[in-house]
């Protein structure tokens, strides 16, 4: 028996703590790859949004800036059951008919969905800084002249919309695609949409056409892309979710978010941000303004909100416009 002890299994047993250690350190490292932000190291908070139970704060992954988006994630009514069985309550107040508590809800109940930009540019951080906004009204000619050459010459990037149409990234999240070079586009949920519930139904077309930046290029030409993505868009989403054509608003922004044609699908009921009127288009509107005058989007007056960092608020000011 002390031979056991001391001879193979001793030596086994001084092994052991460096086995050990080994692991604990692959395991720390999964972790930190698997969590971009267990390093994550507060700068400031950018913008809290109470209302929408979101708040976006800015801060450092190993000396790298990022850009972290937290949200509440929305209550699935499938979950409501076990929500109420298996949390906690904690009295807050009680008086007659009325009592308040803090509920304490297992993890798996209250997921917040966590957005992480890293490395972080410096127009991640001011896109989501907390700035006045001003709305603008564009002429026709102000686009020309003004919008157009500003966004010409800066550096956006769309290589992430080019990595999903040519399935480098995100591939497995298409759920349609006419890969016709012309009529064609991909269908893929946006990222506000956790997918668990349709009330908060959002998904994204975007178009393999690289010639059409925004509404503004629109004309007549384009009416087959846009009848296209309509019908083949609500088909598939009906098809997939149940979700009927009356029940969703499909629309562009303007100005879009990125520059590279997309078309947004949401539920009716969701008052997702960007959906009022002075950014959003209905799809069914341009198709009709655009069978009445193909120049409709080259020529009219488009009003849009810009934040006061923007430099295109800049140009607008400089021109004396506003």
């Not at 001084?14 to 050990?20: N, Q, S």
């Not at 769309?158 to 990595?163: A, E, P, R, S």
């Not at 979700?243 to 990125?258: D, T, W």
Request: net charge negative; hydrophobic share 35%.
């Amino acid at each position: 028996m002390a031979e056991s002890e001391n001879g193979k299994d001793g030596k086994s047993a001084a092994k052991r703590p460096k086995i050990d250690a080994e692991n604990e350190k692959r395991n720390a490292d999964e972790q930190s790859t698997d969590n971009p932000v267990v390093d994550f190291q507060l700068t400031r908070i950018l913008r809290d949004n109470p209302r929408e139970k979101s708040i976006f704060i800015h801060g450092k992954v190993k000396d790298q800036d990022a850009v972290v988006i937290l949200e509440k994630s929305p209550f699935r009514q499938d979950s409501l059951p076990e929500l109420l069985k298996t949390s906690q309550l904690k009295l807050e107040m009680q008086n007659d008919v009325y009592s308040t508590y803090q509920l304490h809800a297992p993890p798996q109940l209250n997921e917040i969905k966590t957005t992480v930009m890293c490395p972080a540019t410096e127009k991640h951080i001011k896109k989501y800084l907390h700035q006045e906004v001003f709305l603008l009204e564009e002429s026709g000619e102000d686009y020309r002249n003004l919008t157009l050459p500003y966004i010409s010459g800066q550096s956006f990037s769309v290589q992430w919309v080019y990595n999903i149409l040519e399935k480098k990234a995100e591939a497995d999240r298409i759920v349609f695609e006419d890969p016709d070079p012309d009529a064609g586009f991909v269908l893929l949920p946006d990222f506000k949409w956790d997918q668990k519930q349709l009330q908060d139904l959002y998904l994204i077309a975007i178009v393999h056409r690289r010639d059409i930046k925004s509404l503004r290029d629109l004309t007549a030409e384009h009416l087959t892309l846009l009848t296209n993505i309509r019908s083949k868009g609500e088909e598939t989403i009906q098809k997939k979710y149940g979700v009927p054509p009356s029940k969703l608003r499909v629309y562009f922004h303007y100005q879009p978010s990125y520059y590279h044609l997309h078309v947004h699908f949401t539920a009716v009921e969701y008052n997702v941000p960007g959906c009022g009127v002075e950014r959003a288009h209905l799809l069914s509107d341009v198709i009709q303004n655009l069978q009445l005058d193909s120049s409709y989007y080259h020529n009219r007056s488009l009003s849009f909100p810009l934040r006061a960092d923007d430099g295109l608020l800049q140009r607008f000011r400089e021109a004396g416009k506003i």
